[in-house]
């Protein structure tokens, strides 16, 4: 195959934890043609997208930044690859959804496979996911109104307040209601991350379930790849991958099973290649359908090949 891979700036990558980049290093380790272009690279000139992309030559073992081999930038239209993976880090904002409509231009009839479907990205978004599972959700309200995020939060007594567009934790707070000051605390933060109650924000209601621990279930066309245990920091309820929390292996109760046969349907369905679900209590708290990571952390955790799995499927088409 001949494949994009698009990406934030190279100099900003985490180039030893990339997922990316290790899907990238596994592709060419079984023959196939990788190229790589950051989001700045893509450009719609006269019917045509291009991209100002450079062929990846050679990948180092551990994938350090300065061992990577590329060749010159070149010019080529983004219709002449097999496949293209669109795999920025969030926030997925206005920005993310401008490439993602030069790409979707591009992915014509003939045109190549955009790695995962523009289509169920528009739809579903990484903190919703499909309405079919609906119920998988904690219970949960998505508005910028503050009355109904109040009646919410009042309701529930403790709430996480998550911003629709991040990710790795950012921006994600522990509400308290069951006071005044609390409140009040909960109405600045609110308002803060809403701009004013001007933009829609996420609450959710409070699993205490997530001071053991939520579950990543990776997913490869529908089918459950690998899971494992990714635990908060100690004395606090958030997961953050890049600040040190540990990560173990773990098994699915008969009810995580369950769950995972429904998400793998529903990914199915949508044809999503690619996917990660993070579980807590029985619940899915997050879609990554935009860049699911962790796959290198994975892979040293369950002491795995999870990369070539991943990209013998992605060549079948």
């Known amino acids: 195959m001949k494949t994009l891979w698009v990406t934030d700036a190279w100099d900003t990558l985490d180039h030893r934890r990339d997922t990316t980049l290790r899907l ?8 196939h043609e990788a190229w790589w272009c950051e989001t700045a690279g893509l450009r719609f000139d006269r019917g045509r997208v291009v991209a100002r992309c450079r062929r990846v030559l050679a990948a180092p073992p551990e994938r350090d930044a300065a061992g990577w081999t590329l060749g010159p930038p070149e ?24 490439y993602l409509h030069l790409l979707a231009w591009a992915a014509g009839p003939g045109g190549p496979e955009i790695v995962n479907p523009p289509s169920a990205l528009l739809r579903w ?37 998550k911003p629709l567009g991040g990710a790795q934790s950012r921006g994600v707070q522990l509400l ?25 924000v996420l609450l959710q209601r409070f699993l205490p379930a997530v001071y053991e621990g939520e579950k990543r279930l990776w997913f490869v066309d529908g089918a459950l790849l690998a899971c494992c245990r990714k635990r908060p920091q100690p004395g606090s309820f958030v997961v953050d991958m890049d600040k040190g929390s540990p990560c173990d292996r773990c098994d699915l109760d008969a009810g995580e099973r369950r769950l995972a ?16 679900v993070d579980v807590v209590g029985g619940h899915v708290t997050d879609w990554n359908l935009t860049s699911p990571g962790m796959i290198p952390t994975m892979e040293r955790v369950l002491d795995r090949n999870l990369a070539r799995p991943i990209v013998e499927a992605l060549a079948r088409r």
């Open 24 to 31: 990238v290093q596994e592709s060419l380790a079984i023959g």
């Open 75 to 98: 010019l080529p239209g983004v219709d002449g690859f097999d496949a293209v993976h669109y795999r920025t880090d969030p926030p997925v904002d206005t920005r993310y959804w401008e």
């Open 125 to 161: 978004g990484d903190k919703l996911g499909p309405r079919a599972l609906e119920g998988a959700l904690p219970p949960t309200v998505v508005s910028s109104d503050w009355e109904a995020l109040r009646a919410f939060g009042a309701a529930e007594g403790r709430t996480v307040l």
């Open 176 to 200: 308290d209601w069951t006071t005044a000051a609390g409140a009040e605390h909960a109405r600045g933060a609110i308002a803060s991350l809403s701009d004013r109650f001007a933009r829609p």
């Open 261 to 276: 046969d429904a998400v793998g349907e529903a990914l199915r369905a949508e044809r999503v290649r690619l996917a990660a």
